[in-house]
């Protein structure tokens, strides 16, 4: 069975510091990876996505990840926090033979002027 | 292009009544999900339509739940009865195929009191 944890349930960094939120992927094949943000009382927005093609990822915002296979980690970065980055994000992993998406609990992430 | 579209974006109702939630996925995606997200248990999985494929109903918690997909586009959730655990936000998603990035409505909060 696929799963998803993400290491830190909040995240706080001040403004115009790297960010960095932590997950780590169970799965018994190649898996899709995907991170969601989630902005207070908004849909979900998808950031980016791994499907087996180059292991980094550039994503919307700044924003990127790194597929590594030895580590079974898909951690998000981004250079520099702004404040608008403040918000929920989960890491996804698809579950291949049903399509559907399996979140991990989210990490929020707090940006400090 | 429009996105996927849900309606109500916000239903009230009393126990014990009926409620319909409405999805409108985004033109030519053949893949539609339904997912529940709710404080005590994060973000699950509720049922996948593919194409004119039988539905994976897996995730649907009980037999008060169920949903249809007419004409591979529209979709309706129903849940009969309603209970207060159902309280949650429901959101639907879209996807071009079965396995590619799913894009996500901006949900229905729907409160039993």
């Known amino acids: 069975a696929q799963s998803v944890t993400q290491l830190d349930s909040h995240v706080s960094v001040s403004e115009g510091t790297p960010v960095l939120l932590r997950c780590n992927y169970s799965?018994?094949?190649?898996?899709?990876l995907f991170w969601y943000v989630q902005h207070p009382n908004k849909g979900l927005q998808l950031l980016l996505k791994y499907t087996s093609a180059a292991t980094l990822v550039k994503g919307i915002n700044g924003f990127e990840a790194e597929f590594k296979k030895s580590e079974t980690s898909f951690h998000l970065t981004k250079p520099s926090a702004h404040m608008s980055d403040a918000a929920e994000y989960f890491c996804?992993?698809?579950?291949?033979?049903?399509?559907?998406?399996?979140f991990g609990q989210g990490t929020e992430l707090s940006v400090k002027p | 292009g429009a996105g996927v579209s849900q309606s109500p974006s916000n239903k009230v109702t009393e126990k014990g009544k009926d409620v319909e939630l409405r999805c409108d996925p985004i033109?030519?995606?053949?893949?539609l999900y339904w997912y529940r997200q709710s404080l005590g248990q994060g973000l699950e999985f509720l049922i996948y339509?593919?194409?004119?494929?039988?539905?994976?109903k897996s995730g649907l918690p009980s037999d008060r739940f169920s949903a249809e997909r007419t004409g591979g586009s529209v979709s309706t959730l129903t849940i009969q009865r309603t209970q207060q655990e159902d309280s949650a936000v429901y959101l639907c998603?879209?996807?071009?195929?079965?396995?590619?990035?799913?894009?996500f409505g901006p949900g229905t909060r729907l409160t039993v009191t």
């Open positions: 996804v992993v698809s579950d291949r033979s049903k399509g559907k998406l399996i």
């Open positions: 998603a879209s996807s071009l195929y079965g396995q590619g990035a799913q894009y």
């Open positions: 339509f593919q194409g004119n494929s039988a539905p994976d």
């Open positions: 799965s018994s094949y190649s898996p899709s």
């Open positions: 033109s030519g995606h053949t893949a």
